[in-house]
């Protein structure tokens, strides 16, 4: 058979330039690479919870400049706790609160900051990175907030005014919270003809302190022989959290929860002297979003727990 010479060139031609795509294509998978153009926008600065010391991390690549302000603004000025800075974007996150990496070096004391061991429960505080070709051009802006903008091109910002300036959120990004380390307690409430039972408020590592005002007539004495906690909203001996009894010798035999000498206040798990506990307060201390029964009793009760019992009360929170 006879080929046009014209339509075989046209045939070549079509084969090998299908082949060109393909190789190509093969070569851009093996070699990992992805058709990217540009760096990516930095964004969503992520804190360690449940530290003093978080770890801090970031989207968007390695960057040059780690800062936190005590406050709800990023900006170069007294409220500055920490700032590190290292030449290049060699920053590799995450980075521990309070801990500078190899290069780095800690620029605090240069912006009128004062660096800190660790943060505070409850104080709001605001974290930022940014990328080494966006400090060299805000570095000396004193004291302007400086706020992240995703329409401005990579290494571009507006100073608008002596208090505010924008800065492209490919180089710069932050991120604003209010540490909350200790378990908090929410909607206390009391009962019992006892007295009133006061939880305090925020709880710390070691769980929170308790202590009560006696009201019930005649009794006079401010101790309490027995207390406890219980997981729920009413007593349920299958669910003791953490209890503390009085203990003493009589006739051989112990006696338990028959002498007042356990005075307020008193921080749950300890072990005054004199006591026993039978549940242990356990080592992680009271969870959130749970709620409790706290109980006292005096050396006179009988063991009735309704709201109208002599010589006993109790009180009901939630945690958050």
């Not at 060109?20 to 964004?43: K, R, T, V």
């Not at 500078?100 to 429960?121: F, H, N």
């Not at 992680?284 to 706290?294: A, Q």
Request: contains cysteine; charged residues 20%.
């Amino acid at each position: 058979m006879r080929v046009n010479g014209r339509y075989f060139s046209f045939i070549l031609v079509k084969i090998i330039v299908i082949g060109s795509i393909f190789l190509s294509s093969c070569g851009s998978e093996e070699s990992g690479l992805a058709p990217y153009a540009g760096s990516p926008e930095m964004s969503s600065v992520k804190i360690e919870s449940g530290t003093f010391q978080p770890k801090i991390t970031w989207i968007g690549g390695y960057a040059s400049v780690l800062g936190v302000n005590k406050g709800e603004k990023a900006a170069l000025d007294t409220s500055i706790i920490w700032l590190i800075k290292i030449d290049g974007n060699n920053l590799r996150y995450p980075i521990k609160f309070g801990s500078i990496p190899d290069g780095a070096s800690d620029i605090t004391l240069q912006y009128g900051g004062a660096s800190v061991d660790s943060l505070s429960e409850d104080v709001v505080y605001t974290f930022w990175v940014m990328k080494e070709s966006m400090w060299e051009n805000v570095s000396g802006i004193i004291g302007a907030e400086l706020i992240p903008k995703s329409d401005l091109d990579e290494n571009e910002f507006i100073q608008s005014s002596d208090t505010t300036v924008e800065l492209s959120s490919f180089s710069y990004t932050k991120g604003t919270e209010q540490l909350d380390v200790y378990v908090n307690i929410s909607n206390v409430r009391f009962f019992g003809r006892l007295g009133e039972i006061y939880v305090s408020q925020p709880v710390d590592a070691t769980g929170p302190t308790i202590s009560w005002r006696i009201s019930q007539s005649g009794v006079t004495d401010t101790l309490i022989s027995a207390i406890g906690i219980v997981n729920g909203q009413q007593f349920d001996e299958r669910y003791i959290f953490w209890d503390l009894w009085s203990v003493e010798e009589s006739n051989g035999e112990k006696v338990y929860g028959k002498k007042n000498v356990i005075k307020a206040p008193i921080k749950i798990g300890d072990h005054p002297e004199g006591t026993i506990t039978f549940n242990e307060l356990p080592e992680k201390g009271l969870e959130r979003n749970k709620d409790y029964y706290i109980w006292i009793a005096t050396e006179n009760w009988e063991g009735n727990r309704s709201r109208v019992a002599n010589f006993y009360a109790y009180a009901t929170f939630r945690t958050w």
